[in-house]
Structures are given as structure tokens and as C-alpha cells.
């Protein structure tokens, strides 16, 4: 999450008004203006192609907020693996399948408003998405888990139920 605030007290507007959610989207920012990373996101690093899981979400949230409640994108590297593949695990809206025809769309679109590079190798539903307790997507946890490592649940995870579903998914792909 990014805010940008005014040092000198008077309000900024919304984000949705100060950026475009594109990636080539450059601000100038005035003397007045703080820019805060408050939550960076997982680096990709596919074919050595390295952006940011923000990128794909941003995708998400504008063509598919009714289909999709959310998300996380991650790389998976196994140990005999020689580059890392990106994994896109959704969390659907009620009474929304994840179909095929969804995946093909959700894939030409990141195709389409990115690159090829940035199109996820996997496409797969989870039935939650992991948090801490303050709301932040736990991602490195899920890279690990999901990239053969055993990890152990910190306290600080909101619901760690929901991992036991990324173990399994990684036992099984």
C-alpha cells in the first residue's frame, strides 16, 4: 500500500485520483509530498524478469472486483527447479467458479495490460488468503511453503488455518 500525504497539512486526494494503476505510471512528487512504502509487495523474479506482486493485483482489482475477492502472487522455485515460475492462488467472490475460461481471460489480460513475462504460470483457488493481525497478505510464508520449505506459524498470522490448504497444494503440484 502506498500513501502519499502533504507535509504542510493541507489534504491530499484519494490515491484512486493520484495514480494510475498501470506500471509505467510515473508521479513527480512537490517538496511538499511524503511517499511512504507501508506494505511492499513479493518480489517475482521469473526469467529474470523481476517485478513486484503489486503489479498483478492491480490488474485484478480493476477488471475482476466482482469475481474476485482476492489474491496472492508468488514465485515457486523447487530445489531442482532452474527458475522460478509465478503462482497465482484466488480467493473467488461467492457463487463465482474459478473456470477455465476465467483463467484464460484473467491470463490474456495480464498479457495484454503488462507482458507474457508477467503472465502467472499457475492459476489455482485457495479458500482463504493468508493475513496478520494487522491485515497484510503474508506472502514469503506462502512462497515457502509452496516452494517445499517447512515453516513454522508466528503468532502474529491471523489465520493460520488457511496455510494447512497451501501445504497440501504443494504436496500435490
Known sequence: MVMLGRSDGVSSPPLSQQFNCTTNTNKTLSKQ??????????????????????????????????????ALCIGRKL??????????????????PLT???????????????????????????????????GKKIENAVKQIVSGSKIKTSASVANPECLEFF????ETH
Not at 530445489?79 to 463465482?96: A, C, G, Q, R, Y
Not at 495480464?110 to 493468508?130: F, G, K, T
Request: with cysteine.
Open 167 to 170: 501445504q497440501r497444494w504443494a
Open 100 to 134: 477455465p475460461d476465467l483463467i484464460t481471460n484473467i491470463k490474456a489480460t495480464i498479457r495484454n495490460e503488462l507482458s507474457a513475462r508477467h503472465v502467472p504460470s499457475v492459476v489455482d483457488e485457495c479458500p482463504d488468503i493468508p493475513v496478520t493481525v494487522n
Open 33 to 70: 509530498d511524503k511517499l511512504l512504502m507501508l506494505t511492499p509487495t513479493q518480489v517475482l523474479n521469473p526469467a529474470g524478469i523481476r517485478f513486484g506482486s503489486a503489479e498483478i493485483y492491480n490488474i485484478l482489482l480493476h477488471h475482476y472486483p466482482s469475481q474476485i475477492s482476492d
Open 79 to 96: 530445489p531442482h527447479d532452474l527458475d522460478e515460475i509465478v503462482v497465482l492462488f484466488l480467493k473467488m467472490s461467492p457463487n463465482t
